[in-house]
T-cell receptor, first 114, second 112 residues
Framework: GAVVSQHPSWVICKSGTSVKIECRSL??????MFWYRQFPKQSLMLMAT?????????EQGVEKDKFLINHASLTLSTLTVTSAHPEDSSFYIC??????????FGPGTRLTVL | GENVEQHPSTLSVQEGDSAVIKCTYS??????FPWYKQELGKRPQLIID?????GEKKDQRIAVTLNKTAKHFSLHITETQPEDSAVYFC???????????FGTGTSLTVIP
């Protein structure tokens, strides 16, 4: 089946620093990748949708200058949380979609901002 | 945009009983409805999905039904086991490459 990896699986950083999270589709070409944020005991909240080679589409209320998304190839998308603050602490999950409607999820990245 | 509602938010059943989780959606153009199981701190795992041209789909102890007219779909788990305990999310999608709209989740506990 389709495999999506995410790196790192967890990260702890100081307030004000930037953190980059990578999402890779290992065995298929992901024409579209999605980034979600999930707070404890809540649903997945879509942050942005990215298509390879084009700018990401951000959901309402998500600051595009704070959450930088790059989808440079059909197998890699990155999310950079710039100037992270404690309120950005969350579980970030990516998913990838290829030639079907299904989305395949990465294992998630636990971000803790001190 | 699409709005997906999910009920109940929590559900406890005795081992061996059935569990039913229901979702409604608002956009009649939605045509793909996956169900995900998520264990604590892990990725959502697709357990079953249904497309709008089908009314019911079954995979062993898991089944999904879809009522397009009423715009609702349900997950049915029979003969529940403790390892079925997790959070379950429904979702609706309109077309390939489009985003999923997730329900709010149901925390299922199967009591041994």
């Amino acid at each position: 089946g389709a495999v999506v990896s995410q790196h790192p699986s967890w990260v702890i950083c100081k307030s004000g620093t930037s953190v980059k999270i990578e999402c890779r589709s290992l065995d298929f070409q992901a024409t579209t990748m999605f980034w979600y944020r999930q707070f404890p005991k809540q649903s997945l909240m879509l942050m942005a949708t990215s298509n390879e080679g084009s700018k990401a589409t951000y959901e309402q209320g998500v600051e595009k200058d704070k959450f930088l998304i790059n989808h440079a190839s059909l197998t890699l998308s990155t999310l950079t949380v710039t100037s992270a603050h404690p309120e950005d602490s969350s579980f970030y999950i990516c998913s990838a979609s290829g030639f079907s409607v299904e989305q395949f999820f990465g294992p998630g990245t636990r971000l803790t901002v001190l | 945009g699409e709005n997906v509602e999910q009920h109940p938010s929590t559900l406890s059943v005795q081992e061996g009983d059935s569990a039913v989780i229901k979702c409604t959606y608002s956009d009649s153009a939605s045509n793909y409805f996956p169900w995900y199981k998520q264990e604590l701190g892990k990725r959502p795992q697709l357990i079953i999905d249904i497309r709008s041209n089908v009314g019911e789909k079954k995979d062993q102890r898991i089944a999904v039904t879809l009522n397009k007219t009423a715009k609702h779909f349900s997950l049915h788990i029979t003969e529940t086991q403790p390892e079925d305990s997790a959070v379950y999310f429904c979702a609706a999608s309109i077309k390939k490459g489009n985003q999923f709209y997730f329900g709010t989740g149901t925390s299922l506990t199967v009591i041994p």
